[in-house]
């Protein structure tokens, strides 16, 4: 897989025209991720446009339930087709493992492959001081980020989203069949916003990420197709 292929870029817009818009300005991009405010103004529209298109589609809504619901959710969603599917490991073993289980029924119901099922194991917006003192989580942040991986590994899903700074322990722990997506990777020259546990590109996929999620330098740049090009070419070092 190339380099550039392994590069999500997110949908964040408000709605479908402009989401047509971005992606018809990025040609060049194969892999989009459908958020929460996209998929919420749009429904499963904007999902049938990227298919037609032949895009790879990594659906992030983020499910956080009782494991009833969860399934339904997952269930429901792996009728999509979609490549990625995100839920929360805090949602607890039993909604992680129901969920698991969700996703082979409904991509069968619907004849599709079913999409790899990834658990998010801390937002990459929360720092160690705010685990801590807002969350009260009585664990260092990478251990705590570990926990929740292994979580998901041991109720059968696919991967985790974590930020670079924990890929490297992720990677030697859960071992090189477990799907890490990294979000929060900001190049160099780009502004890391709210992002509090970021890396480089380059750096993010050398310590074992399998796919980076990269948003804002890309799409927020005065020349998005510039920006996209320029981080291809940093990562053209990894071919």
């Known amino acids: ?15 479908q025209a402009a989401a047509i818009a971005l992606v018809e300005k990025l040609p060049q991009v194969s892999f989009w991720k459908v958020g929460l405010e996209l998929f919420t103004s749009t429904g499963p529209k904007i999902l049938t446009e990227l298919k037609s298109r032949q895009k790879r589609i990594f659906l992030d809504l983020k499910f956080h339930d009782i494991p009833n619901t969860v399934a339904g959710a997952c269930r429901a969603a792996a009728r999509y087709g979609v490549d990625l599917l995100t839920i929360h490991a805090t949602a607890g073993s039993d909604a992680l493992k129901a969920a ?9 119901q619907a004849g599709v492959q079913p999409p790899k099922l990834i658990a998010i194991t801390l937002l990459t917006s929360i720092s160690a001081r705010q685990l801590a003192f807002d969350l009260k989580i009585p664990l260092e942040l990478p251990e705590y980020a570990l926990s929740m991986a292994l979580m998901a590994q041991e109720s059968g899903l696919d991967g985790a989203v974590c930020s670079p700074q924990e890929v490297s322990q992720l990677r030697e722990t859960c071992g090189n069949d477990f799907l890490l997506v990294c979000p929060g990777v900001r190049p160099t020259w780009a502004e890391k916003g709210d992002q509090k546990r970021s890396l480089t590109p380059v750096q993010a996929l050398k310590a074992g990420a399998n796919y980076l999620v990269i948003g804002r330098p890309i799409t927020a740049a005065i020349e998005p197709e510039l920006a996209w090009k320029r981080i291809c070419e940093e990562l053209a070092v990894l071919a």
């Open 1 to 15: 897989m190339n380099p550039d292929q392994k590069i999500i870029v997110p949908l964040d817009v408000p709605d």
């Open 100 to 108: 698991t289980e969700a996703v082979q029924e409904g991509a069968a």
